[in-house]
């Protein structure tokens, strides 16, 4: 199985910036697809970002121009970079991972991570 773990969520100020990182471990191969979700209070959980193996990527339109999401497939590690974050930005992230790169898009991919909590201030 694939372990995935969050780090680096925090609080931050309106328009501030915040990197939050994924490690993948276990039986995780570098060609999985990986993603970027989130879930506010009283939400359901949506699509942020997500980049294939060959580092082709995707964002969910409300983070378009904002947010940047990379990978070291060294490290099994995927990045979110935000920046210029919004009050409606605050939510739990959770990481992904797919064997598929047309399922990461949606909540039906293999593995995901725990989740790291992102709180912007107005």
């Known amino acids: 199985q694939v372990q995935l773990v969050e780090s680096g969520g925090g609080l931050v100020q309106a328009g501030g910036s915040l990197r939050v990182s994924c490690s993948a471990s276990g039986r995780f191969f570098s060609s999985y697809a990986m993603g970027w979700f989130r879930q506010g209070p009283g939400q359901e959980r949506e699509f942020v970002a997500a980049?294939?193996?060959?580092?082709?990527?995707y964002y969910a339109d409300s983070v378009k121009g904002r947010f940047t999401i990379s990978r070291d497939n060294a490290k099994n590690t995927v990045y979110l970079q935000m920046n210029s974050l919004k009050p409606e930005d605050t939510a739990v992230y959770y990481c992904?991972?797919?064997?598929?790169?047309?399922?990461?898009?949606?909540?039906?991919?293999?593995?995901w991570g725990q989740g790291t909590q992102v709180t912007v201030s107005s």
């Open positions: 992904a991972a797919d064997s598929s790169t047309s399922q990461i898009t949606t909540t039906r991919a293999d593995y």
């Open positions: 980049i294939s193996w060959r580092h082709d990527m």
